[in-house]
């Protein structure tokens, strides 16, 4: 049995990670942002590249030598590939998870850092029809190759995503692809995600377990 600390939407702090764990999977919204946000990305990128850089030290003390999963979210403008070659040459072990399944210690995991179109400003924006190559890769993958834990940046629709607002946030496309284009018996045990920081909790969804560790952490075994 594994236990996976699963935490999210940090941006940019480093909460001490509590409790017995293996490994420690992220699911996005892990940089912090600077004043380009708005206006300049490549900027911006080099802000969180410059960022990263100066917090190894911090980072390895925060993971305590266990390696580190992450999917990345709409606030992280660093290439996620770039960002995982940086910690594995400084010596954390570290996995993107974007797009493919990744194997650790018998755990199969895939990543999904797509989020609902908000404005245009932020990364991982997609539209329904942008969305659609993700959601057609995500399904096809699942549905050959049996997934453990999917690490998304959002939720699912209605799932652990009412906002203050008392608006669901979470994606439909994702919601639809769990509900009608993967088969039940290809359904992940686990999905993690994020986002909607107010609505962070447990819960079960069609016999998955959700995990929404938005500015906070858990412990799941598994």
């Not at 980072?59 to 594995?88: R, V, Y």
Request: charged share 15%.
């Amino acid at each position: 049995m594994a236990r996976i600390c699963h935490v999210s939407d940090t941006h940019g702090f480093f909460p001490k990670l509590l409790g017995k764990f293996d490994m420690v999977v992220h699911s996005g919204d892990f940089f912090p942002n600077s004043q380009f946000v708005w206006s300049n990305k490549v900027r911006e990128m080099e802000f969180q590249y410059q960022w990263l850089e100066s917090k190894i030290p911090v980072m390895k003390e925060w993971l305590q030598n266990h390696p580190f999963l992450f999917t990345l979210g709409n606030h992280d403008f660093l290439s996620a590939e770039f960002m995982a070659q940086i910690l594995n040459a400084a010596g954390i072990k570290s996995f993107c998870l974007h797009d493919k399944i990744t194997n650790l210690d018998g755990i199969n995991f895939y990543g999904f850092p797509y989020i609902p179109n908000i404005n245009g400003v932020w990364n991982y924006e997609r539209s329904l029809d942008q969305m659609v190559p993700h959601i057609d890769l995500l399904s096809e993958t699942l549905n050959q190759t049996y997934v453990d834990v999917l690490v998304s940046h959002p939720p699912p629709y209605k799932c652990l995503d009412l906002s203050n607002g008392n608006e669901f946030l979470g994606s439909t496309a994702l919601s639809n692809a769990l509900d009608f284009k993967i088969a039940q018996e290809m359904l992940p045990s686990v999905i993690m995600f994020g986002h909607i920081h107010e609505a962070q909790g447990v819960s079960m969804r069609n016999g998955m377990l959700c995990s929404n560790a938005a500015t906070t952490q858990r412990i799941i075994e598994l």
